[in-house]
């Protein structure tokens, strides 16, 4: 997989580099176990536990830098209804969120953005902000022309296996 122009992030052969037995590998709640592994398999998934593990809480020693342009102000948008039948998964997930350090509570805001509530594929829910209309348009961003997928697909002719990496609740990683 490409990101930007040219820079390799995973490529075909990483399957294979990393010797996983990837037929007994199963995915539980959104991270990696693994049954009747290798003993060099189960070293390389404890060494790299913080890749293959569970996510918890909040990414520590980092500071992220928004850069916003020079007339940014807050907007604040009221909360969309959510669809009854995911009212209540929803509720879990931001229980879970707030417990793990994700997010926090606040009374007062003078910028806030919807909520995004979706069902995943493993009936779980994702949660998400929709903030196309407060932050977004307010950040300087540099940009980074996205690959064509043909340029994808032409990179992976030929191949014979393809493997979906899904981290767990990717978007607040």
């Not at 990393?18 to 189960?42: G, H, M, P, T």
């Not at 961003?141 to 030929?158: M, Y």
Request: with cysteine; glycine share 6%; net charge positive.
């Amino acid at each position: 997989m490409y990101v930007g122009i040219g820079s390799l992030l995973f490529g075909r052969d990483l399957p294979r580099k990393i010797r996983l037995d990837w037929s007994s590998i199963e995915a539980q709640c959104s991270y990696v176990s693994c049954k009747d592994c290798s003993v060099q398999s189960i070293s390389l998934l404890k060494e790299f536990s913080d890749v293959f593990g569970k996510p918890v809480g909040i990414i520590k020693n980092f500071k992220a830098e928004l850069v916003l342009i020079d007339n940014a102000a807050p907007r604040f948008f009221k909360a969309w209804l959510i669809a009854f039948a995911l009212r209540e998964k929803g509720n879990q997930e931001l229980q879970k969120m707030k417990e793990a350090g994700v997010i926090e509570r606040v009374e007062h805001s003078e910028s806030a953005s919807s909520l995004v509530v979706v069902l995943k594929s493993d009936r779980r829910v994702g949660i998400t902000g929709d903030f196309k209309r407060t932050v977004n348009p307010q950040l300087c961003v540099t940009q980074f022309p996205l690959a064509l997928a043909k340029d994808l697909f032409e990179s992976v002719l030929g191949g014979i296996a393809f493997y979906k990496l899904d981290g767990s609740d990717d978007f607040h990683q």
